[in-house]
């Protein structure tokens, strides 16, 4: 069969294997605590003011796709592993980002408070977070600092409170069942 | 306007207001559209009430480029003025938008300058319905996300679980997932090439693909018991063995859709309309993909050879041959080429799963994690304790946390899963490709013509159900 187009391209970069032990971290993320996860991969908790910071200085080192972001809400499962020095906090935004040249990946976790749940938006950075931070701010209400477009993505734009979040009432919206007929 | 609007400050109050909208800007003249409807913020808006931050995200100039520098928000060029600029809505409830997808366009003349696509009217909450469902039952959630590719979302799914378990599969498992996942992708390009074909006007390749797509569904019905959703991959394992003779159908299956594919191929490459609704529309450059964290044939239609199958190999990929295609040129066409080569590439690895497939158990022999078989319930006290207990409770999953990615049809399908040691995810975040991929849409329409985006929404690949979720 005829190829269509040209098919060549620049090699597929053969690498170790998914974050393989020993990855020199990226530099700038000294004092970072960090663990290794069950892949392998390096995770660093930063700080909440120095999110931002750790997360350029891992784009510099070559991290170039930000592959995943996420939060989760910690409201019912406090006593969570976390290395030394790092207060746990209600919510946590998970952002995964993917290095392409050496096949890795290195996660990223950030503690936000209940009480005042904004992190610095990566939207500068990788424009791509643009609608996953959407998703976690309709769902989780975590502000994004710097984000162009903060609004409710998933949800209608009216929705009262944030589905994913421990707390929120499943069930709390009656479903009317209008002139339901009897039993016969 | 400040330069510095598009810092929004606290908005934990979750307050839906456009961030720098009341800046003064917006007195000069509200638009009719972004504020008497019900859903406000989420519609574009036109340009003299956009901050410049999100004008700049809509035009898709928001890339940081190393070679541009960082652009100033103040000097955007905007071709025309903006009383000759006009917005309109294209779906949710159109033909050619796969789904529910909406897309808010702003026009000038016919070329599109601006869009905004509009999701989430197919939302169900999928994500919070997998923290009330077991990990035995969590397959029947995430298997009904992506519905043109359900097993790859359960294999996910699974390899999420298995990984926070510790557990290692038998290689019968593994191999049997690696063919499912391949028919999978030859079925979901398929059905593109038939969608695509419907959306650029060849109707005959929407009924061919269908027709071939078919057989796979067959084989998967013959397989799992169903054609769709199947829960077939499951925690430990498949649910059951292939069945008898799957080797002479899978075979039928490849020689078949090999022997069609060159009658594919000469109804449209070699078409001359096809070509030139293809050719050099919706382009999208490597840096621009990879800022926007596009994957899939998005991101390899820029010339990255960026395929998770080769370069973190999951299953047995690493043990079976295959090329990972790329384009040159990021447009429709080279997405196309990628689809219908990406199934000749999967034909190779399915033959050689059928050539290597080994015997033995396809599903892991731990009773904490497989349920007994039934004839053992009747026999053993124990097997009827254990089957008890995974059905009412689930597995019992150690605490942890981790992130699983796979190559779906349409580009890198993640799992982050959280447990906290009980029988039922604590979160389970599923990074659906199609979600990401569609922010790179206005991107590729930008200067095309009103036209050429049916056809270039076509080539994005979006999945609704795995989009909303």
């Not at chain 1, 510099?60 to 939060?71: E, K, V």
């Not at chain 2, 061919?208 to 499951?234: V, W």
């Not at chain 2, 659906?432 to 049916?454: H, K, T, Y």
Request: with cysteine.
């Amino acid at each position: 069969m005829s190829t269509p187009t040209e098919v060549s391209g620049p090699e597929v970069v053969q690498g170790p294997a998914a974050g393989e032990d020993g990855r020199p971290l990226p530099p700038g993320v000294e004092g970072v605590p960090v663990a290794a996860a069950l892949t392998g991969e390096p995770v660093l908790f930063p700080e909440r003011d120095r999110y931002h910071q750790v997360v350029e200085a891992a784009q510099r080192a070559g991290y170039q796709l930000l592959s995943d972001l996420c939060a989760v809400d910690y409201l019912t499962h406090p006593g969570r592993r976390l290395p030394e020095g790092v207060r746990p906090e209600r919510f946590e935004v998970v952002c995964v980002l993917l290095s392409l040249t050496a096949p890795a990946r290195l996660r990223v976790r950030v503690q936000v408070p209940e009480a005042d749940p904004v992190v610095d938006s990566l939207w500068d950075l990788y424009p791509g977070a643009e609608a996953m931070e959407r998703e976690a701010f309709d769902l989780f209400g975590i502000g994004f600092r710097g984000h162009p477009d903060l609004t409710r993505i998933l949800m209608p734009e009216d929705w009262e409170g944030h589905p994913l979040r421990k707390d929120y009432g499943v069930g709390r919206v009656p479903v009317q069942f209008k002139q339901a007929p009897g039993p016969r | 306007m400040s330069a510095t609007s598009g810092d929004t400050g606290g908005l934990g109050a979750a307050a839906p207001t456009r961030p720098g909208a009341g800046s003064g800007v917006r007195a000069t003249g509200a638009s009719r559209l972004a504020f008497e409807t019900s859903e406000g913020a989420q519609e574009l808006a036109a340009r003299q009430v956009t901050p410049p931050t999100e004008l700049r995200r809509e035009l898709g100039a928001v890339l940081r480029l190393p070679e541009g520098g960082v652009l100033d928000t103040g000097d955007l060029d905007v071709e025309a003025p903006d009383d000759e600029t006009m917005i309109i809505n294209m779906g949710p409830q159109h033909p050619s938008t796969h789904g529910v997808l909406r897309l808010m366009m702003e026009l000038d003349g016919e070329t599109v300058l601006r869009t905004k696509p509009v999701i989430g009217y197919l939302h169900t909450g999928m994500e919070k319905t997998g923290e009330e469902l077991t990990y035995t039952q969590g397959a029947t959630n995430v298997t009904r996300m992506d519905y043109l590719s359900p097993l790859n979302n359960e294999l996910v799914y699974a390899l999420a679980v298995e990984k926070l378990l510790g557990i290692e599969l038998p290689p019968r498992a593994v191999w049997i997932r690696m063919l499912l996942s391949e028919l999978q992708r030859m079925s979901s390009h398929l059905m593109w090439l038939a969608t695509n074909g419907m959306d650029v006007g060849s109707t005959t390749m929407m009924i061919f693909g269908f027709r071939e797509r078919e057989m796979i569904l067959a084989f998967f019905e013959k397989t799992t018991g169903l054609r769709m959703n199947h829960n077939f991959i499951r925690p430990g394992g498949t649910a059951a063995d292939l069945p008898d003779g799957w080797e002479d159908d899978v075979a039928l299956i490849c020689d078949t859709v090999e022997a069609r594919l060159p009658e594919y191929d000469e109804l449209l490459t070699g078409q001359p309309i096809f070509r030139a609704r293809m050719e050099g529309v919706g382009t999208i450059t490597a840096q621009e993909a990879l800022a926007l964290s596009a994957t899939g044939p998005i991101l390899r239609s820029t010339g990255i050879a960026w395929d998770l199958r080769r370069t973190m190999p999951y299953l047995a990929y690493d043990q079976v041959d295959f090329d990972v295609i790329v384009g040159t040129y990021g447009d429709n066409f080279d997405r196309y080429a990628i689809r219908l080569n990406e199934v000749i590439e999967s034909i190779r690895i399915v033959r050689q799963v059928l050539d290597k497939m080994p015997t033995g158990d396809y599903r892991v022999q731990d009773k904490k994690v497989t349920p007994p078989p039934r004839a053992r319930i009747d026999e053993s006290m124990e097997a009827l304790i254990h089957h008890f207990k995974l059905f009412t409770e689930g597995i019992r999953v150690p605490e942890g946390e981790v992130y699983v990615a796979i190559e779906s049809p349409r580009g890198e399908l993640g799992c982050y899963l959280v447990s906290d040691g009980t029988g039922k995810p604590y979160r389970m975040h599923i990074r659906a490709p199609s979600f990401v991929n569609l922010q790179s849409l206005p991107v590729m329409l930008r200067g095309g013509l009103v036209a050429d985006a049916v056809a270039t929404i076509s080539s994005v690949d979006p999945v609704m159900g795995e989009v909303d979720r």
